[in-house]
């Protein structure tokens, strides 16, 4: 589609990000692929379409994936509280009665997001939950928080009494047959470099007054490691709300499932009622884990701060996946009206790209 490359070399020419890949399936049948630009401009790595990128805050449909299976194998309920699936929030008061149902939809009413790396040395996350000020405004707004899914990662890791890494691996990454899906690429991999160092969060903490030495170099970018901070400096790389990377064919591949309604190869992974739930509209613009609305033009679908996006619209069986280097520039920009746009230019030649197949 002429019109989707004419898009991505506008905002590449305009250092929105200086590489990317996009995908574009209808009913699991791949009608477009396609890379561009740049993935590492320091080693002079071109974008393929096998580029794997750190997924950021995707990593948090990931989880919700999890949570879902967990739900439907009534081991928890979305009303379950943290006290009775978390045992060790229960001497909160502020997180015990918070429910799975809360956490996904981000109504917990929990700040949006702490840099928990400046409380170490304790790296125990619970301890520094007790320490920190947790509630932002009343929890009947939604607050999009990344505290949510650290808790959902949490509750993954206690209720399968397991690393998250081989829980995402057992239950999405074998069933799905995702061979690039992991927490720790290999550094020969062809990886998208991010942040020269973590500047935004760095501005972030000074904006707070909070303080930490052992920030990462800023004459360097991020390659195989998460930029995000506090996956890479306080949970050693894995999370529940980020920590994750993949190439775009096995990021389908999840989108997939979800128009797909649960179902992949014949073998249905999740109840096609909860994908269906998990995809409406729950509260103002959230689904479970899943945004409604924003950039997304119908459907619904999720972004990562790196750079990463994933669509789906399950009336028309079409998953859309879009993976930049967006922090990986002189100065980030907001790439939201480019996600925007391309959306769109899908919608509009929809029917075409059905014809194509």
Not at 78 to 99: F, G
Request: aromatic letters at 10%.
């Amino acid at each position: 589609m002429d019109e989707i490359d004419r898009i991505f070399e506008r905002f590449l020419q305009c250092n929105f990000f200086s590489g990317g890949v996009c995908s574009i399936s209808i009913d699991g049948q791949t009608v477009f692929l396609k890379a561009y630009g740049k993935a590492d401009l320091v080693k002079n790595l071109d974008t393929k379409p096998h580029t794997i990128f750190d997924l950021a805050s995707i990593t948090k449909i990931f989880t919700t994936t999890i949570i879902l299976q967990l739900i439907m194998k009534k081991k928890i309920f979305l009303s379950t509280p943290l006290k009775h699936c978390l045992p060790i929030t229960s001497r909160n008061s502020t997180l015990a009665n918070i429910t799975i149902n809360q956490l996904l939809t981000h109504t917990s009413g929990l700040k949006a997001w702490h840099p928990f790396y400046t409380n170490l040395p304790n790296d125990n996350f619970f301890e520094v939950l007790e320490e920190i000020d947790l509630i932002e405004r009343s929890s009947d707004e939604v607050i999009y928080s990344d505290l949510n899914f650290m808790l959902l990662g949490e509750v993954v890791k206690e209720q399968f009494n397991e690393d998250l890494e081989i829980v995402v691996n057992q239950h999405i990454g074998k069933p799905l047959e995702l061979s690039s899906l992991t927490y720790q690429p290999s550094k020969h991999s062809e990886i998208a470099a991010t942040e020269f160092g973590n500047r935004t969060e760095m501005k972030m903490c000074e904006d707070r007054n909070l303080r930490f030495e052992d920030w990462r170099s800023l004459h360097h970018p991020i390659s195989g490691d998460v930029n995000d901070g506090n996956a890479y400096y306080f949970f050693s790389g894995k999370s529940g709300h980020a920590g994750l990377f993949s190439n775009i064919k096995d990021l389908m591949k999840l989108g997939d499932l979800y128009v797909k309604g649960g179902s992949y190869k014949g073998k249905q992974l999740i109840r096609k009622e909860l994908i269906d739930y998990s995809l409406d509209r729950q509260a103002h613009n959230r689904g479970l884990g899943w945004e409604v609305g924003g950039v997304f033009p119908e459907g619904a679908g999720h972004t990562g701060f790196t750079g990463t996006s994933i669509w789906v619209v399950p009336e028309k069986k079409l998953t859309v996946g879009i993976l930049t280097n967006r922090l990986h520039v002189e100065k980030p920009k907001n790439i939201n009206p480019f996600r925007k746009e391309i959306f769109e230019t899908v919608l509009k030649r929809y029917e075409k790209l059905k014809g194509d197949l």
